[in-house]
């Protein structure tokens, strides 16, 4: 099928090492982020959320880390692999707003 | 399935045409979001829904797009006189509550093009 971002700014990794992928937010009134993981042909798949009154939040193999104070998200993925490439999102929301707003996103690319 | 199911996967429509997407949202989910993804972008908001209310409708793009969910579970995307920008995937996405803040699970999308 057709690929989601073509254009998207790519992130590079060895099978077996760390990934981090950043995104920078805008509104200071959002109070809530996930992560997403899309694959070709397929909608979003919600790996991991985190509400504004923490800065770490830990699943499996992946960690996502909020810093309110310069408006950025990151998520962290421990021992990368080749399942893990895709493009992912971050979405945030806030209180009174039920939409997500969507970042623009990232492809990663495992190498084997 | 427990998840979110779309129909069609794939829509072709000349322009001009009216098209209809089908959304089945996760069994008990009280809020379904419809958005619009164009090729390489974020998936963006189109409208909102609890049961059978549409709360939100401030991302539809022109009067021609219109959504319905008139027993608060399937929920119908239309679009009328189908123009080559509506070219896109239409992505569907419920929560288990009313409100927000909570997760949004998505569907596989409805690609649609318009030649």
């Known amino acids: 099928g057709e690929s989601v971002g073509l254009h998207l700014p790519t992130l590079s990794v060895q099978e077996g090492d760390n990934s981090i992928i950043n995104c920078a937010y805008s509104n200071s009134a959002s109070d809530y982020f996930i992560w997403y993981k899309q694959e070709s042909g397929k909608g979003p798949q919600f790996i991991i959320d985190?509400?504004?009154?923490?800065d770490k939040r830990q699943g499996q193999r992946v960690t996502v880390l909020l810093n309110k104070t310069v408006k950025h998200l990151s998520l962290q993925i421990a021992a990368t692999q080749p399942g893990d490439s895709a493009v992912y999102f971050c979405a945030e929301s806030r209180t009174g707003r039920r939409a997500l707003t969507f970042g623009s996103g990232t492809r990663l690319q495992v190498q084997p | 399935g427990a998840g979110v199911s779309q129909s069609p996967r794939y829509k072709v429509a000349k322009r001009g045409q009216d098209v209809a997407l089908r959304c089945d949202p996760i069994?008990?989910?009280?809020?379904l979001f419809w958005y619009q993804q164009a090729l390489g972008q974020g998936p963006e908001f189109l409208t909102y829904f609890q049961n059978e209310a549409q709360l939100d409708k401030s991302g539809l793009p022109s009067d021609r797009f219109f959504a319905e969910r008139p027993e608060g579970s399937v929920s119908t995307l239309k679009i009328q006189r189908t123009q080559q920008e509506d070219s896109a995937v239409y992505l569907c996405?419920?929560?288990?509550?009313?409100?927000?803040?909570?997760?949004?699970?998505f569907g596989p999308g409805t690609r649609l093009t318009v030649l």
């Open positions: 985190i509400r504004s009154n923490m």
């Open positions: 069994s008990g989910h009280v809020s």
């Open positions: 996405a419920s929560s288990l509550k009313a409100g927000g803040g909570d997760t949004q699970y």
